[in-house]
Nanobody, 121 residues
């Protein structure tokens, strides 16, 4: 059973940047796809970005393309989400998850506790 712990969230002004980290423990995730999702108050959890096991393929939600970058360091069992040009609508709790395969996105499991990102206007 893998445990995922997100960190790096915080309060930032619109246009600013944050880098989220997701550290895995319990087992290696180097052979798993990893993903970031987010949930705003009163809304369902939405897909943000995903990366395959090697880091050679990435997939993004249209709303974050060109602003967010997902990456991974398998030696550190960690996945990152670099968020630039943040907007107030990016405000949400951000979660990471793992899956045996990147698609379908509904297969992602093992959710962490989340990290709050708040973007002020």
């Amino acid at each position: 059973q893998v445990q995922l712990v997100e960190s790096g969230g915080g309060l930032v002004q619109a246009g600013g940047s944050l880098r989220l980290s997701c550290a895995a423990s319990g087992r290696t995730v180097s052979s798993y796809a990893m993903g970031w999702f987010r949930q705003a108050p009163g809304k369902e959890r939405d897909f943000v970005a995903a990366i395959n096991w090697s880091g050679g393929f990435t997939h993004y939600a249209d709303s974050v393309k060109g602003r967010f970058t997902i990456s991974r360091d398998n030696a550190k069992n960690t996945v990152y989400l670099q968020m630039n040009s943040l907007k107030p609508e990016d405000t949400a709790v951000y979660y990471c998850a793992s899956s045996e395969k990147l698609f379908p996105l509904t297969n992602f499991r093992s959710w962490g506790q989340g990290t709050q990102v708040t973007v002020s206007s």
